[in-house]
C-alpha cells in the first residue's frame, strides 16, 4: 500500500498494548452509570441484558478482526471504507468516527473533572473548573506528544489501578453477599419496548473498541494481534460487566432511582471508605479511556492527511518522539473548547448512531475486500458471508432504536464533512 509506504511511526504496539486499547475503550466511564438504567428498563433481567448486548455486537467485532489483519498501516475503518466504497465513503467514516471520540473524550473530561471536584470543590466552579479542564488537556496531550510506548505504559497503571478497584468490588459483593446475587427471575418480563431501550442504553458500553484498529500502523504483528486483542477484549469486558451489575442490585435494592450506582454499591458493601476507593476507580477509568481516545483519534487525522483529505499540516510526525505532534495538538484544543462549554449528554447520544453507520460500513466491506486480502496470515471468518450480514442487522436493528433527533445532527455532522472533503480534494484534484 502506497500510504504504508509514507508512515513513519515506531511500530511498539503488541498484542497487550491492543488488548488495553481494547478494554479502555470499553470501559469508559459509562459502567459506573449504567446498572441503575438497566434495573429500570430490566430489572433483574438486566444481567441478561448484557449478554444480548454483547453477542448483539460480536458479529461487528469478528468483522473488524478480519478487517484488521488485513492491514499493517494506520486508518482502520477510513481504509476499509476507501478500499471498498471509494473515498468518499473512507473519509465519512473517519470523520465520524473521529467526532465520536473527540465529544465523547470532552464528555469524560467534564466528568473527571466532577471526581476532582467530589474531593476538591474548588476544581469544579468557575475559573477553578477551566484550569483542571485545561491541566487535564494539557497533561493528556504530552502523554500522546512523547510516544506511543509511554502512552501505553500510562495506560498500563491507569487500567491496573480500574481493574483493581472493579474486581474488589465484585469479590467483596460475592463474599459479603453470596448466593444473594444471584437473581432467582420470579419478576414478570420487561415489554419488549423496555427491552429494546435497555439494549440502546447498554451498546454504550461496547462501543469504543474500534479505536484499537485504528493504529495499525505501529503494530508489530496487527495480522495477528488485532484479531486475539479485540476477542479477548470483549470477552473479558463482557463477563466483568454481568459480576458488576449482578452486585449492584443485590448490594442496592432501590438501584433504579440511583444516579451513582456503583458508588452506592460500593458504599452499602464497605461503607465510606469503600466509596472513596470507588471514586479512584472512576478517576483512573476515566484517565485512561482518555489516553486511549486519544491516542487513536489523533491517528485518523494523520491518516486522512495521508490520503490528503485532510491538510498536511495533520500528517506531520515530530522529529524526536515519532509521533502525530500536530494532530495530538489540534485535538488537545478541539477537546478543551468542547468540555469548556459544559454538559455533553446531548452530543454524545449522537455518537452512538455515527459509530453504528461506521459498524455497518466495516461489516460491508468484507464481501468486497476478502477477495483481494484472503491468504497466509490472515484471520478469515468462517461461514461465508454470513457473519458479516448478520453484523450490518444488528447495526440496523440498533438504528431504529435511536431518535430522531440523533438522526438530524448525524446528518449535519455528515454534511459538514461533506464540505470538508470537498475542499480538502479541491487543494489536491490528483487524488479526487
Not at 488495553?20 to 441484558?49: C, D, K, Q, R
Not at 485545561?134 to 493528556?140: D, F, G, M, S
Not at 438501584?255 to 476507580?281: Q, R, Y
Not at 478543551?336 to 448512531?353: D, P, R, W
Request: glycine share 10%; charged share 10%.
Amino acid at each position: 500500500m502506497s500510504q504504508e509506504t509514507q508512515e513513519k511511526l515506531p511500530r511498539n504496539l503488541g498484542l497487550w498494548g491492543i488488548w488495553m486499547l481494547v478494554a479502555n475503550g470499553l470501559i469508559g466511564a459509562g459502567i459506573f452509570g449504567l446498572p441503575s438504567g438497566a434495573v429500570a428498563l430490566a430489572g433483574e433481567y438486566s444481567v441478561l441484558m448484557y449478554a444480548f448486548c454483547a453477542i448483539l455486537i460480536l458479529p461487528v467485532i469478528l468483522c473488524f478482526a478480519e478487517l484488521g489483519s488485513y492491514f499493517r498501516g494506520t486508518g482502520g475503518p477510513i481504509r476499509y471504507g476507501t478500499l471498498a466504497f471509494g473515498p468518499f465513503v473512507g473519509f465519512q467514516g473517519g470523520w465520524l468516527y473521529y467526532l465520536a471520540r473527540l465529544i465523547s473524550f470532552a464528555a469524560n473530561t467534564v466528568l473527571l473533572t466532577d471526581s476532582i471536584a467530589y474531593f476538591l470543590p474548588v476544581a469544579g466552579e468557575g475559573m477553578g473548573r477551566l484550569i483542571t479542564i485545561a491541566l487535564t488537556c494539557v497533561a493528556l496531550s504530552l502523554i500522546n506528544m512523547v510516544g506511543s510506548m509511554e502512552s501505553i505504559r500510562s495506560m498500563t497503571l491507569f487500567t491496573i489501578i480500574k481493574f483493581a478497584v472493579l474486581l474488589g468490588l465484585i469479590f467483596g459483593g460475592m463474599v459479603i453477599l453470596g448466593d444473594q446475587i444471584i437473581p432467582d427471575f420470579s419478576t414478570p418480563h420487561p415489554s419488549t419496548s423496555d427491552l429494546g431501550k435497555a439494549a440502546l442504553l447498554l451498546i454504550y458500553a461496547f462501543v469504543g473498541f474500534e479505536g484499537a484498529v485504528v493504529p495499525a500502523g505501529e503494530a508489530k504483528k496487527p495480522e495477528r494481534d488485532m484479531p486475539m486483542g479485540l476477542l479477548l477484549g470483549l470477552v473479558v469486558v463482557a463477563v466483568l460487566y454481568m459480576l458488576i451489575q449482578l452486585v449492584s442490585q443485590a448490594a442496592v435494592p432501590d438501584l433504579a432511582n440511583s444516579t451513582t450506582p456503583l458508588l452506592d454499591a460500593s458504599s452499602a458493601l464497605f461503607g465510606e471508605s469503600g466509596a472513596w476507593i470507588l471514586m479512584v476507580g472512576v478517576a483512573t477509568s476515566v484517565i485512561a479511556n482518555l489516553i486511549g481516545s486519544m491516542f487513536s483519534a489523533t491517528r485518523v487525522t494523520y491518516a486522512l492527511s495521508l490520503e490528503n483529505s485532510l491538510p498536511a499540516w495533520f500528517g506531520k510526525v515530530h522529529p524526536k518522539y515519532l509521533t502525530p505532534f500536530n494532530s495530538v495538538i489540534f485535538f488537545g484544543i478541539a477537546a478543551f473548547a468542547l468540555s469548556a462549554m459544559g454538559s455533553f449528554i446531548f452530543l454524545a447520544a449522537m455518537t452512538v448512531l455515527a459509530r453504528l453507520f461506521l459498524f455497518g460500513m466495516s461489516c460491508a466491506a468484507i464481501p468486497v475486500l476478502r477477495p483481494k486480502f484472503r491468504g497466509p496470515g490472515r484471520f478469515i471468518l468462517r461461514g461465508g458471508y454470513l457473519i458479516p450480514v448478520l453484523g450490518i442487522l444488528s447495526c440496523l436493528w440498533l438504528m431504529l432504536q435511536v431518535s430522531w433527533t440523533s438522526v438530524w445532527m448525524t446528518a449535519l455532522f455528515v454534511a459538514i464533512g461533506s464540505i470538508l472533503y470537498w475542499f480538502g480534494k479541491k487543494q489536491n484534484p490528483k487524488n479526487v
